[in-house]
């Protein structure tokens, strides 16, 4: 009897220690896109150290129409006349005109095409941020902020004059915040660039929709929050190519080109406070987003053929 209370008691301790699936497990990665909680039938995976994300779920959170070619697979999404395409097997990234190198290839998985996150939220101009404590793939950026207009009936009362710009005071807020934000971020620092974080930006874009009083104020912070989103993706960008240890191996005087590249962007974002106008500061966005996508493309090129 004693013999046996023994060998109960070892089989106990050995169950003990077999490793279980439950609530504690690993949790799986989540995709949060500019806030909203994204359910996807094929979860984020990492592959390779490099986190994959669903391609077709996050085009269409974009508002983009999305297209699957079986014969070349290809898929390709399309927004406000842009067009995004990747590839499965294929490292290029296509935004219209320009070619991005991404660091892996797309795959696929379950039927759906994977590639990796930073790659395909750049696409549509956004940019990636991975919260590590709660496995939260962030992505902001990507989704275009709706204007709601309002339709009065007209009534008989006394003419009055309307401004066509956005008001002084929503003009010098997001000016001052975009300045103050550029002042914290020199290359190579993009990590701690305090004013380029999701949860800064969010509080910044937040105050600026609440100073928003009338149509075009409101137009006005929508551009100027696509603008922040893209000088966020440029810089991250930036550091990415700046951080690639092999390039310097292959290309002279490296870290003078990118100090080169990181001025004439920024002359690009400069254009910004020159003017109140909507429709120029969209033209300053895609500016800049294309410069962007070239620089990492021709610093590749550069690499690959030095």
Known sequence: MKLTRIIVALVIS???LIPTVSAYSEKVISLEIDGTVIRTEVPPTVIGGRTMVPVRDIFEACGANVTWDPATKKITGSKGGKNVVMQVGSNK???NSSVATMDCTPVIIEGRTLAPARYVALGFGGTTQWDALNKVVVITG???PTVE???EMTTVAPVVVQSNEPSDEIVKVVRNDLEHALGTYSLGSYETAGRFKSNTMNQIMKNWDSLATTDLDRNYVASAK???YTINSFYSTLDSVYGNAEYPKRIL????IMRSY???GNVIIDKFFKTRNAEEITAIVSELSQFSS???SDIQYQYENS
């Open 142 to 144: 990507v989704t275009t």
């Open 149 to 151: 207009t309002t339709t």
């Open 253 to 256: 005087s490296f870290g003078d």
């Open 294 to 296: 070239k620089m990492a």
């Open 226 to 228: 696509s603008l922040y």
């Open 262 to 264: 990181k001025a004439d």
């Open 93 to 95: 990234l296509y935004m």
């Open 14 to 16: 050995l169950l003990c």
